[in-house]
């Protein structure tokens, strides 16, 4: 099944309505993860795309039970916030959700630390690094 992304800047309720107007007309509700970055915008897109799911790009980790509350699907989590407490990912899964993990290089090292912590999704900005250190692991 393909998903489409939509990493949204923007808040507020009519904005919120907007986008769930053009993606229910679209009729691609089921293949849309909403990217949110307050449990109320959470909450917001949880109400309006109720067949959506929603991925919580937290400011840290204190914040996982608070977005969990509202629904999200998974959680992004900084592989710097892992390196200084590793327990932060078993708190994403007790609170019922699944991670993401961000890095950044995507790099062989880099690669290699994030798949420790068993990630459902990993996002760094170079795709391609990420694809061949992937493939160097066999994975």
Same mark, same amino acid.
């Given at each position: ?8 800047k923007e808040r507020g309720f009519d904005f919120a309505e ?22 109320q915008q959470s909450a917001e897109f949880g109400a309006l ?24 699907? /998974? ?5 710097? =916030?892992?390196?200084? %407490?590793?327990? &932060?990912?078993? *708190?994403?899964? !007790? ?5 993401m993990i961000n890095g950044k290089y995507g790099n062989l090292?880099?690669?290699?630390? /994030? ?5 459902? =999704?990993?996002?760094? %900005?170079?795709? &391609?690094?990420? *694809?061949?250190? !992937? ?5």
């Amino acid at each position: 099944m393909r998903f489409y992304f939509l990493d949204l800047k923007e808040r507020g309720f009519d904005f919120a309505e907007r986008v769930a107007n053009e993606v229910k007309s679209a009729k691609a509700e089921h293949h849309v993860v909403v990217g949110v970055r307050t449990p109320q915008q959470s909450a917001e897109f949880g109400a309006l795309l109720p067949n959506s799911r929603r991925l919580a790009f937290i400011r840290s980790p204190e914040y996982i039970s608070e977005f969990a509350d509202t629904g999200v699907y /998974i959680i992004r989590l900084w592989l710097r =916030w892992l390196k200084a %407490d590793p327990t &932060v990912v078993e *708190k994403v899964h !007790l609170a019922g959700t699944k991670i993401m993990i961000n890095g950044k290089y995507g790099n062989l090292e880099e690669t290699r630390i /994030i798949l420790k912590f068993n990630p459902d =999704w990993i996002l760094v %900005d170079d795709v &391609v690094q990420l *694809k061949h250190s !992937l493939e160097k692991l066999n994975i």
